[in-house]
């Protein structure tokens, strides 16, 4: 296989998240440097479907390191779950004689890649693109850092509010079922709670929590909730607050959709770079169905069916000096 792959496609799908194009850049280049013809699909694996396949030279993944979303576009693909659809795409494929894939996105992106190259023996390699990082074997995915740092900003701003009217807010962040990017603005926000999918506190441990920084007279105070925790949504979980409570007017911030956006960090460009870049090197080498990754600063090789199927939960160490620090 080593000796067999001269060119390669490349497409985002899912969700997007910042640092995408840090690694369109790294894969178009990498291809480039070791003289492999390079492809872009646009819109996932709709555009493999349709055949909106691309050429792409060094020159086209210029001045993009920096930007949010990807320039392939993305989406995710009804079609592509049915054996017609991964046909068609195979046939797409073929038209430009293409014979190894990059994929970079989610569970949901590397599931279709798994299942597409057992049936038709194109070799596949994945790279983690989600803001979520709720993907087994690696750190970091590409985009959780600059969600973490969008809302860290955002709580910051709310926290100069709640400080001025004595007020408690809930903000409510994204993450699907998974804590990461809650734990993580919790600690950095200094954030007096926080609620995530991974822990099994509850609203009554919330309350307690609560009404003892309301005896020592602290009124204004942040407790930021994962989108996917069990105790509810924000909104919900503060009205069980205010139902509960004669101290505090909880007052409610979803962050949403703008922890998707924006310029990368310096830590996803870089990380997105490196796994674009050993994406190539693997395949060059003869690997294939599976996730690059990164784990103590170094590339790791996952299993796509690992990736996918094994649990990935915030470390139980954070989660405790969570909670002292809240104190």
Same mark, same amino acid.
Do not use: W
């Given at each position: 296989?080593?000796? #067999? ?26 291809? $480039? ?39 392939? =576009?993305?989406?995710? &693909? ?32 590397? #599931? ?86 991974? &822990?099994? $506190? ?12 309301? =005896? ?16 509810? #949504? ?10 509960? &409570? ?40 003869? =690997? ?14 996952? =299993? ?21 620090? &809240?104190?």
């Amino acid at each position: 296989m080593a000796n #067999t792959i001269k060119r390669i496609a490349v497409f985002t799908s899912g969700g997007d998240a910042p640092g995408m194009n840090a690694a369109i850049r790294a894969v178009v280049r990498t291809c $480039s440097y070791h003289n492999l013809h390079v492809y872009g699909i646009y819109h996932g694996y709709d555009g493999m479907i349709d055949g909106e396949i691309v050429r792409l030279e060094s020159r086209d993944v210029g001045n993009i390191i920096h930007r949010g979303g990807t320039i392939l =576009k993305t989406a995710r &693909s009804e079609r592509f779950r049915t054996v017609e659809g991964r046909q068609s795409a195979y046939e797409s494929l073929m038209a430009y004689e293409i014979d190894a894939l990059i994929a970079i996105g989610g569970d949901g992106t590397f #599931t279709g890649a798994k299942i597409f190259q057992k049936e038709h023996k194109i070799p596949c390699i994945g790279i983690p693109g989600t803001i979520d990082n709720d993907l087994f074997g690696t750190d970091y995915t590409i985009g959780f850092d600059t969600a973490v740092n969008t809302a860290i900003e955002a709580v910051d701003k709310i926290r100069d509010t709640a400080d001025s009217h004595n007020r408690l807010f809930f903000v409510e962040v994204m993450g699907r079922k998974a804590g990461f990017i809650a734990l993580n603005t919790g600690i950095g926000s200094g954030a007096g709670g926080i609620l995530i999918p991974e &822990s099994k $506190s509850d609203v009554d441990q919330l309350m307690f929590h609560l009404r003892k920084m309301a =005896k020592r007279k602290k009124l204004f105070n942040l407790v930021i909730v994962a989108e996917g925790n069990e105790n509810g #949504t924000a909104h919900e979980i503060s009205k069980i607050v205010k139902q509960n &409570s004669d101290e505090y007017e909880p007052k409610v911030t979803v962050i949403g959709h703008l922890q998707r956006g924006g310029s990368p960090t310096a830590l996803d460009r870089l990380i997105a770079s490196q796994m674009g870049y050993y994406a190539v090197l693997a395949l060059i080498e003869g =690997k294939s169905g599976i996730m690059i990754g990164i784990q103590n600063h170094q590339p790791s090789y996952i =299993k796509l069916d690992d990736a996918i199927k094994r649990v990935k939960k915030p470390e139980a160490d954070l989660i405790e000096m969570a909670n002292v620090l &809240s104190i």
